[in-house]
């Protein structure tokens, strides 16, 4: 007698699949959410840190204004020839995604070959190390926190992140929500002080702004690295376009207020800055706006840094929920071992995709200073985005028929590419350490493309390890699988005894 199935209800109100159903990722991001992984994503630790690089290799107060301005803008153009991107490639996978369908799989496995070794462990670990010390400042105050307490605190901010993003996608998305209104909360406690001392007459710090001699022209690349690090993230949307409802109209209109958003406030904040603090204590800080808070609200100057560390969490929270699903494509496209595209049937996440960085962004958080990282891992990103944006430009002349709702001016994604490509050359010059070593590890994508992918008579050994010999086994009757799930689930609960069973 055949056996029969039946839906059970889960506490997440998604029942079992029966074996006829297609287990696949659902469209649960909304306008309000999209815009909520957007802002959650780009206000994270660059704005509380990033000040002090852009100001120090610019060299003076009005030029590192000038900065963020020009960055935001920078952003903002490719930002619209991401949401034109998205709108005609309804495909999860951003950046990958885009390579994938415009210059084709080799070009697409070198991209993801460095994000999955350099570029995404070096942002998470840039990220969770500010959280770490953040969350810390209020408990060691006025004396500073110890190098492993901040390094323990990265790992369960790490770990809590990851296990959210395993366990449901409806409560990774009211999470953001939530910690997006605080981020919010975060810059209105620095923006309206500091305004208020503003219109005070508290100018002394503004004069001579624009001093020549002050000025770094070889360091700029630098500062618009550090700056355009602060505003990364508006590309996350595109990560999960298949899981966006109606993506023609949620996926431009999220980015573009998105982006207003996040221009203005960075902004204001910065004149926030400068209103309290000199040059010369801002580079003189290790956490800028702690050092604001104490400046100007004395005892209550402890919420600021709380403040900050969720913003940092919501940062984490946001670009994992996003990269998990580059890794589940590639999977899907054959590109990576095929456990990687498995699903959850209850939970419906991508779980294997989410937990592939954890011992990675662990190891690489003992490697380096924040700001190594930071000029590291932007000399990858920004040359690949480069390229996907290049990829705009040549859809538009090899597929001119190809459907585009949203359809931007083609000097819009030519500034945006060429701009890209002159501050990669220029840090070659700056910076050709950190710059040398990303071109370096680049490069291995290519024999790494014939020997995992092209060539194919392969040891029977690799071929178990990619999948190519599983391709019947399917995670959701895999006992192995669900015994690493439960046994994953029990550590973070001995860690994190509040935190419920199920979401």
Request: glycine share 6%.
């Amino acid at each position: 007698m055949p056996r029969r199935t039946v839906s059970v209800p889960h506490p997440n109100g998604d029942p079992t699949p029966t074996p006829e159903e297609k287990v696949e990722l659902r469209k649960k991001v909304t306008l309000l959410r999209g815009i909520s992984i957007i802002i959650g994503t780009i206000i994270g630790a660059g704005i509380f840190i990033s000040p002090k690089g852009i100001l120090k290799n610019s060299g003076s107060v009005g030029m590192s204004l000038v900065v963020w301005i020009a960055c935001g803008i920078l952003s903002l153009f490719g930002a619209l020839s991401y949401a034109e991107l998205g709108t005609c490639i309804k495909k999860s996978g951003g950046h990958y995604t885009y390579i994938l369908e415009a210059f084709g799989p080799q070009v697409a496995f070198v991209r993801l070959w460095v994000d999955m070794i350099a570029i995404r462990p070096a942002g998470l670990a840039v990220i969770a190390l500010a959280f770490g010390r953040y969350i810390l400042e209020p408990i060691f105050m006025p004396c500073g926190v110890p190098e492993i307490a901040i390094k323990l605190a990265t790992t369960i901010g790490i770990t809590m992140v990851m296990y959210l993003n395993s366990m449901s996608v409806s409560w990774t998305a009211r999470i953001q929500i939530f910690l997006t209104f605080s981020k919010l909360l975060a810059m209105a406690i620095i923006i309206v002080p500091g305004l208020y001392q503003l219109f005070k007459g508290e100018t002394k710090n503004f004069e001579n702004a624009f001093e020549v001699n002050t000025i770094d022209l070889t360091g700029l690349p630098l500062a618009f690295y550090s700056g355009m690090y602060a505003y990364a993230g508006w590309f996350y949307l595109n990560f999960v376009t298949e899981e966006v409802e109606n993506p023609e109209r949620t996926v431009p209109l999220a980015i573009c207020i998105s982006m207003v958003i996040v221009m203005i406030c960075y902004t204001l904040t910065n004149v926030a800055y400068y209103t309290v603090m000199s040059a010369e204590e801002l580079l003189a800080s290790n956490a800028v706006a702690v050092t604001f808070a104490e400046k100007l609200m004395g005892n209550f100057s402890f919420a600021v840094p709380v403040f900050v560390a969720l913003s940092c969490f919501g940062s984490m929270n946001g670009c994992l929920f996003a990269i998990s699903r580059m890794f589940y494509v590639a999977s899907r496209e054959g590109q990576l071992p095929e456990v990687l595209s498995m699903i959850h049937i209850r939970r419906h996440t991508p779980l294997p995709a989410v937990i592939v960085l954890y011992p990675i962004t662990l190891l690489i958080l003992f490697l380096g200073d924040i700001y190594s990282l930071l000029n590291f891992m932007s000399f990858l990103r920004w040359l690949f985005i480069g390229v996907a944006v290049v990829g705009l430009i040549y859809l538009r002349y090899t597929r001119p028929d190809m459907p585009r709702p949203f359809k931007v001016p083609i000097f819009i994604p030519a500034v945006f590419s060429f701009t890209c490509f002159f501050m990669v050359f220029l840090s070659l010059y700056s910076d050709p350490i950190n710059t040398g070593i990303g071109f370096a590890i680049s490069l291995t994508g290519i024999p790494a493309y014939f020997i995992f992918i092209h060539f194919e008579r392969k040891p029977k050994w690799f071929q178990k390890l990619s999948g190519q010999r599983l391709h019947k086994c399917k995670w959701e009757t895999s006992e192995y699988a669900q015994k690493f799930l439960s046994s994953y689930t029990l550590i973070i609960h001995i860690m994190m005894p509040d935190m419920p069973s199920s979401f």
